[in-house]
């Protein structure tokens, strides 16, 4: 694997997904032992080039012999490019460069409700995008209706079937509920804390797929979808406890969260 001399990446300290990735590209030889360091922590020496707020959003790319910068996902092509040169030919494909891009902005917009840090203590902070943050709801969203209709069905006859749309109202009943509660709440901290709630529902979702996947060629009796059901609410529980201990929001989230879900389960039984 051909590494990329010079150059240094610049990273979110408070980022546990950038930490990850970066570390991955050093020790993997894609980077140089001293290819990445938190923007949070480089010296203005480095770089007198780099646009620091842009960087804050859109990882840079530092070559420190021309001073060059490189952002988003320009900089992740050309590391991965330079190790896999097959794939610089995609990389110089404008429809995919457009489609990367826009998947780029998506996930560091919303990298904060994905995998939260915990604790915040630099003055420098990613920017907040309304529009991407709305779109990572609504995304979260159509994916678990989508999969929460799947396993609904094979919860029966424990849970009565629904139409098609039912886990789709359900879940974006619950958007629409936390929203109202964590406004009276905690107005300045609606939209990170709905985007952590969807990101916990997504999660579970994604738990919840595999059965979904498995049912379609063997049968499984629903007392056991139904086990494994509860215990992924019961992490999904402990996992919203973890994060609004995180945002600092007490417990009165927990407890609507909880009490929406228990009403929904009564009212379709």
């Not at 290819?35 to 770089?47: F, N």
């Not at 992740?76 to 610089?88: A, C, T, W």
């Amino acid at each position: 694997m051909k590494t990329l001399h010079n150059h240094i990446i610049l990273y979110d300290a408070e980022c546990p997904m950038c930490n990850l990735y970066t570390k991955a590209f050093v020790n993997a030889g894609m980077l140089d032992g001293n290819g990445r360091t938190a923007y949070q922590e480089t010296p203005e020496m480095l770089c007198p080039l780099i646009d620091r707020e842009r960087a804050v959003n859109e990882i840079a790319l530092v070559n420190t012999q021309t001073g060059e910068v490189e952002y988003g996902i320009q900089s992740l092509f050309k590391v991965i490019g330079n190790s896999f040169p097959v794939f610089k030919g995609l990389f110089s494909f404008g429809p995919f460069v457009w489609i990367a891009a826009k998947c780029y902005a998506f996930v560091s917009y919303n990298r904060r409700v994905i995998v939260p840090g915990n604790k915040y203590n630099y003055t420098i902070q990613p920017s907040f995008s309304l529009k991407l943050r709305l779109a990572y709801l609504v995304f979260t969203w159509l994916i678990v209706g989508a999969i929460l209709t799947q396993y609904a069905a094979l919860l029966t006859p424990t849970i009565t079937a629904g139409n098609a749309y039912r886990e789709y109202l359900i879940c974006g009943g619950q958007i629409l509920f936390q929203g109202l509660i964590v406004s009276l709440y905690a107005a300045d901290k609606r939209w990170d804390y709905l985007g952590n709630m969807m990101t916990i529902s997504f999660a579970g979702a994604l738990l919840l797929l595999p059965v979904v996947i498995v049912a379609q060629f063997i049968t499984i009796p629903a007392l056991v979808n139904t086990l494994y059901f509860l215990a992924v609410a019961g992490l999904m529980f402990l996992e919203h406890i973890r994060r609004t201990k995180l945002l600092k929001l007490g417990w009165l989230l927990t407890a609507t969260w909880m009490l929406y879900r228990l009403v929904v389960l009564l009212a379709i039984i």
